[in-house]
């Protein structure tokens, strides 16, 4: 994995050394036009000339005391990144000799690694543009034809997926992934993984009727397409079908998705009334994720690189991608560039690189603060309104503080502007880290943290909602819960969807029990609700559902949060809000 690189005239870099550690989950992170996206973008062009020379020259041409003549490629071959001109590759876009440069091959990329001794290895890859012709050349190399050279692949922003995918085979496949065009090989990656998983059952049966238990459990905690498999039918209840592939009379690849849920026996089984259909339906953020997670998986690739990953992924999801790819990145070295706030938040401090004028990873968790300052103007309005007011809210999403707004409006217990609300998707151990360095930089700051309980227990909440698996003892942060699932939860209200969609209040009745199979009570506003209503997902029943209330009635939440009345209100509402003013107000 690599541990240096030094950059010569390379996009925003004329002359830079980043240490980077080579192995695990790197985040990095800074402002825009930071240098973020140079990095990655170093990486994965050193890996495309890399690929190119060894595929025309062989490897060879990429060893110690070569006398191997540069390698000319035309604009419509370089593929690794999209950039208007190639001049763009170089600082300033000055692609013509001066000053000390030798020669015309004035761009640099020298990478470093350390082999399986610890000896250290390096490759220097140079390039020269000469009338709209770009050549490649290795100029610093001390490697023997034995030494193993790490692969990177790189995945854009997002990636994409081909409507038709044929098969290709590994050295195309290669090439592909060295190009950057990772998501146009995506069916290949997953049959590849597959038709490996399927081999390795067969030789784990050893002429039994079925694989022993053990081993079985082994295979399921270490197989790449059983942990893909999992991962997005945990995350996202879908699953995938492989067709099998036969070289004689198939072309393309065909892979179909389907949504399901697990038995009580914790198998995926499809739903009844689901069809079958092709992949590419999917949407941005599921493709992202399986993009991002097959390239990941795959055992020939040592270095991945992701240039925000997480742009089209909940911020939920975002935690949940970094928890998966840290398990990953025990064997393999993961680069992620970032404007995410809440991976930022959530990751160690040594394992944020700061990029910036000398990038260095940072050592501290009151690091992160300036460094969350500097993303984007976003933030630097909240930080200021926290350091003149001394009061932050922290909730799970906008939709949270529009609905605590409106109910303490509806109450005559208006919330105070002067609060800073803080959207996070953290858990309050993270919060309460968060708040204790906030603290530091701000004195006096006081602060009240409220959770979904999602599948936490229904005892865990007291009854001023109170988070009971938490230390309260802290007066200056208050740690609350709500006793439903979920803040959507208390939006479930039949009458108030009628109204608004103009359906009538049974059909509306009648569309919940047959798709949720549940039946809202009259008395729904009281704390001590039946426990299937404690239980309920509101987000999967309001919004996320094939049949939610958004899809079927066209009414979105924010439709129903302001045509809430009193009556419709439900005392769990009306007690947060009433701890909320009397902790601020106190």
Request: charged share 30%.
């Amino acid at each position: 994995m690599i541990k240096k690189i030094e950059l010569t005239k390379f996009k925003k870099y004329k002359n830079k050394t980043i240490l980077l550690k080579p192995k695990e989950v790197t985040i990095l992170a800074g402002g825009n036009n930071s240098g973020k996206s140079t990095l990655l973008h170093a990486i994965a062009i050193w890996e495309f000339c890399k690929l190119i020379l060894e595929l025309e020259k062989g490897k060879k041409s990429l060893l110690q005391n070569n006398r191997e003549q540069g390698l000319g490629i035309s604009a419509d071959e370089f593929l690794p990144i999209a950039i208007p001109t190639l001049k763009h590759l170089w600082t300033n876009l000055k692609t013509q000799k001066e000053g000390t440069d030798i020669d015309g091959y004035n761009l640099k990329i020298k990478c470093y690694w350390d082999n399986n001794v610890y000896e250290e290895k390096y490759l220097e890859i140079s390039l020269s543009l000469a009338n709209d012709r770009l050549f490649i050349k290795v100029t610093n190399s001390n490697l023997d034809e034995s030494d193993y050279i790490p692969t990177a692949a790189y995945l854009p922003t997002f990636a994409g997926i081909l409507e038709k995918e044929n098969k290709v085979s590994l050295a195309e496949r290669r090439k592909y992934i060295g190009k950057g065009l990772a998501g146009s090989v995506l069916r290949n990656l997953l049959l590849e993984l597959s038709d490996n998983n399927k081999q390795k059952r067969i030789k784990l049966k050893e002429g039994k009727s079925k694989i022993p238990t053990k081993k079985l459990k082994e295979f399921k905690n270490t197989d790449p397409y059983e942990l893909l498999i999992q991962n997005i039918r945990t995350l996202f209840k879908t699953g995938i079908r492989i067709k099998d592939f036969n070289d004689l009379y198939h072309t393309s690849i065909r892979i179909d998705s389907y949504k399901g849920d697990f038995t009580d026996k914790g198998v995926f089984k499809k739903h009844s009334s689901y069809n079958y259909r092709d992949l590419m339906v999917e949407g941005s953020g599921f493709l992202q994720w399986l993009n991002v997670f097959t390239l990941s998986l795959n055992p020939d690739i040592d270095i991945i690189l992701l240039d925000e990953p997480d742009a089209h992924l909940h911020p939920s999801l975002q935690i949940d991608m970094i928890n998966e790819l840290k398990k990953i990145g025990k064997d393999k070295q993961i680069l992620i560039a970032t404007h995410s706030s809440e991976i930022i938040k959530y990751v160690e401090p040594d394992a944020i690189l700061n990029i910036n004028n000398s990038p260095k990873y940072l050592s501290e968790e009151k690091q992160k603060v300036g460094l969350l300052a500097g993303i984007g103007s976003e933030y630097s309005p909240l930080l200021d309104k926290l350091k003149k007011t001394r009061k932050v809210l922290f909730v799970e999403g906008k939709i949270d503080y529009d609905v605590l707004k409106t109910v303490s409006e509806l109450i005559d217990e208006k919330l105070s502007d002067d609060i800073a609300c803080w959207i996070t998707s953290t858990g309050h151990k993270e919060r309460k880290h968060l708040f204790n360095e906030l603290k530091k930089e701000i004195p006096g700051l006081i602060g009240f943290s409220i959770r979904d309980r999602d599948d936490e227990a229904i005892n865990t909440v007291d009854e001023v909602l109170n988070d009971k698996t938490h230390s309260n003892l802290d007066a200056d942060l208050k740690l609350k819960k709500w006793k439903r699932r979920n803040i959507e939860s208390y939006l479930i209200i039949p009458n108030l969807i009628a109204s608004i969609s103009g359906h009538q209040l049974d059909d509306i009745r009648q569309h919940l029990a047959n798709n949720f199979a549940i039946a809202i009570p009259d008395n729904y506003t009281v704390s001590n609700v039946p426990e299937t209503l404690l239980q309920l997902d509101g987000k999967n029943v309001l919004k996320e559902n094939e049949n939610s209330i958004e899809r079927r009635f066209n009414i979105t939440r924010k439709e129903i949060i302001e045509k809430l009345t009193t009556e419709h209100l439900c005392e769990d509402l009306i007690i947060m809000v009433r701890e909320i003013n009397q902790h601020f107000n106190d």
